[in-house]
């Protein structure tokens, strides 16, 4: 059996870890004991673990600044076309350690902290996740970061600095509890205010008609500040910006009260205006109507806007005409979430900067782009008229006229289609009057795409069907990626080097590259390598789980793994009803031969989803049931993973041998973590369903263990009718796990606690898990079979991390950047700090002074 490395082939191992210099190891521990004892004003004697986490994240961010400036100066010099990235949602998780890789430095810091005595694992561990997102698409925003910088494009993202990010996941007795998550509690070494950027945002009030045109007066102000989080390349010096904005009161809010005499209530109400920034709401693929969701949508565009415009307008040649907006900036509407920055553009052209409303809307359309991430209905943004005119009146106006504009177009193409105009109206008229967020969008960008080719069809065939008829041009796909620099070199090491010594270090910015290792698909040595590296993240993680959860795990088992949000479309109840199956196969005839599994589920039900909660709690019934039964012993045992977030799946990842992607065809509209497993060695059972069909068109079906329903099978079922009583009375063995359930076989204490999950399989099951439940059933029977044979096991993995290239988000945006947002990605290298710059423009120029505020 492998054993993990040693401390000195940990720190001997990856070459493309950057060089160990001595002057590098001497300046890091010189810049780690001045930040001990200057920032942190602290010695080694009462220094704790965390002080020496933040000592070395502010040594690390010394390496960043510099860069950053540099960064931020080329631009201003050159005025590249700009790409902002809007999104509510930033997964950043840690930063620490994707720091030290995209500066090469990793090595040097590894020495560094060796030789002050000190573990770097123990150090990365103190960091807290910022966990600014539910899941992929707030994960897919941070991916997103992480290539725009390593391919050199002038981008930005824009989001909230939420206090409290996604909540902390406690199970207790089986149950979720939801726990704040105060990640800031200790302080944030990555980010910088910048209180000399803070802008007005504007909330309530009314609309007045004057000779100039529409006023929106009467409002509350509220202010937003910009925290600035630097975003390295990978090697290249280029360092982004990521401004999250938080919410503060004016001074003189509410401060009128002051005049009666209640000075204390009037300081205690800022807390009004300021908790718009305080917290994320927990929801995945799901809608909340909230006025406080709405002011966080605002806040965060028309603080953006500011921003933006400001910027274009102190750029070095000097605007003069908004003519030339579009073609130096692009904005990409990650979903619904930011759309209200249409009718916000709108309203800063006409009313502010007195454009003409058609020239407005032409600069407006030809500025934006939206990214539609779902298809569930439940998903998509609607908000109420009444609450719109409450919140935003002069936007309402502005979303009125936007829809009128557009009806008579649609009408004039097509006369007399009343039921046509009702179904493209922004405005939805029946029962409570709603504005289609989506609508808005569509009709406001250029561009519009979907997340997978699948989904992009569907988005056009059937979500918005209308719309992709009368302007086929502007809809497109963009297949989702991930970063290689965390999902594959500094998560899973031991892999990334193995590869590095067979292809070279290429892929790691050009992940196609990865096609070269087929080659070695035989290659004996190349397979037990593999294997090996496996068999360490495998051993790793199960120590982790022994020390988490208390069970002890068989190393040698296959690990099928199954993380993400807890959903119905996402179909853990599949995989639930498979694991009782395979206990009541060991439990008719324990002698027979079983192949070991340890099944682990991990992932976030939002706080207000029954279901999702019963689902978690089915899960961890069976797993005490199964985990104490001495007939099974270690041939299956069931984890639920506690708290799954970024920095858990770092470690989950790397030791899975089988991915779970199973929703039903036609409603993941892409996933990322199918694409993180493929990349680090795992095998995939899933339907066609994302970015699955593209996988298996990449890898060939054959390496995958698809299964199930497709598409058309699907909507086939929906027209005859789906009937679960059909597959129950045919499948002996899906009725018996279905009578242990209600039965009260994984709840004796409480026979009918899980009534409300066979209800909703038996009578109101919209994701139709009983017809996939035999294919599915005899796909894991392959993969079990497969898993007996090591080395054709290794060889499918090494074909499907070869096919596994096409899956990165630097693809991803390459693509964006020329369909969509008319830039060109640079392989320019800027100067790094310690070398002189190289004048962009004359020094007479240079020595003009330059408006406040230009180079950010």
Known sequence: MATPMSDQEKRKQISIRGIVGVENVAEIKKGFNRHLH??????????????YFFALAHTVRDHLVGRWLRTQQYYYETDPKRVYYLSLEFYMGRTLENTMINLGLQNACDEAIYQLGLDMEDLEEMEEDAGLGNGGLGRLAACFLDSMATLGLAAYGYGIR?????????INDG????????????????????????????????????????????????????????????????????????????????????NVGDYIQ???????????????????????????????????????????????????????????FPDKVAIQLNDTHPAMAIPELMRILVDIEKLPYDKAWEITQKTFAYTNHTVLPEALERWPVQLMEKLLPRHLHIIYEINQKHLDKISALFPKDMDRLRRMSIIEEE?????????????????????????????????????????????????????????????????????????????????????????????????????????????????????????????????????????????????CLHIITMYNRIKKDPAKHFVPRTVIIGGK???????????IKLITSVGDVVNNDPVVGNRLKVIFLENYRVSLAEKVIPATDLSEQISTAGTEASGTGNMKFMLNGALTIGTMDGANVEMAEEAGEGNLFIFGMRV????????KGYNAMDYYDKLPELKQVMDQIKSGYFSPKQPDLFKDITDMLFKHDRFKVFADFEDYVKSQEKASSLYQDPKQWTKMVIINISASGKFSSDRTIKEYAKDIWGVEPSDIKIKPPNEPREPVETREAAMKPKSKGNLL
């Open 266 to 324: 009037a300081v205690l109400d800022r807390s009004v205006a300021e908790n718009i920034s305080r917290v994320l709401y927990p929801n995945d693929n799901f809608f909340e109507g909230k006025e406080l969701r709405l002011k966080q949508e605002y806040f965060v565009v028309a603080a953006t806007l500011q921003d933006i415009i400001r910027r274009f307008k102190a750029s070095k040649k000097g605007r003069v005409t908004f003519e030339t």
């Open 605 to 615: 039900a939002a706080p207000g989803y029954h279901m999702a909660k019963m689902i």
């Open 712 to 719: 058309a099978d699907v909507e086939a079922l929906d027209k």
């Open 38 to 51: 200057f920032t942190l004003a602290k010695d080694r004697n009462v220094s704790t673990q965390r002080d």
């Open 431 to 575: 029962g409570v009057k709603r504005i289609n967020m989506a609508h808005l969008c569509i009709v406001g960008s250029h561009a519009v795409n979907g997340v997978a080719q699948i989904h992009s069809q569907i988005v056009k065939d059937q979500v918005f069907r209308d719309f992709s008829e009368l302007e086929p041009e502007k809809f497109q796909n963009k297949t989702n990626g991930i970063t290689p620099r965390r999902w594959l070199l500094m998560c899973n090491a031991g892999l990334a080097e193995l590869i590095a010594e067979k292809i070279g270090d290429g892929y790691v910015k050009d992940l196609s590259q990865l096609r070269k290792i087929a080659a070695f698909v035989n290659d004996e040595s190349f397979i037990r390598d593999v294997s090996k590296v496996k068999q360490e993240n495998k051993m790793k993680f199960a120590q982790y789980l022994e020390k988490e959860y208390k069970v002890k795990i068989n190393p040698s088992s296959m690990f099928d793994v199954h993380v993400k949000r807890i959903h119905e479309y996402k179909r853990q109840l599949l995989n």
């Open 162 to 170: 939420y206090e409290y990010g996604i909540f902390n996941q406690r």
């Open 175 to 258: 149950w979720q509890v939801e726990e704040a998550d105060d990640w800031l509690r200790h302080g944030n070494p990555w980010e910088k205010a910048r209180p000399e950027f803070m802008l007005p945002v504007h909330f309530y009030g009314h609309v007045e008609k004057t000779r100039e045109g529409p006023k929106w007066v009467d409002t509350q102000v509220v202010l937003a500040m910009p925290y600035d989080t630097p975003i390295p390349g990978y090697m290249n010096n280029t360092v982004n910006t990521m401004r999250l904005w938080s919410a503060r009161a004016p001074n003189d809010f509410n401060l009128q009260d002051f």
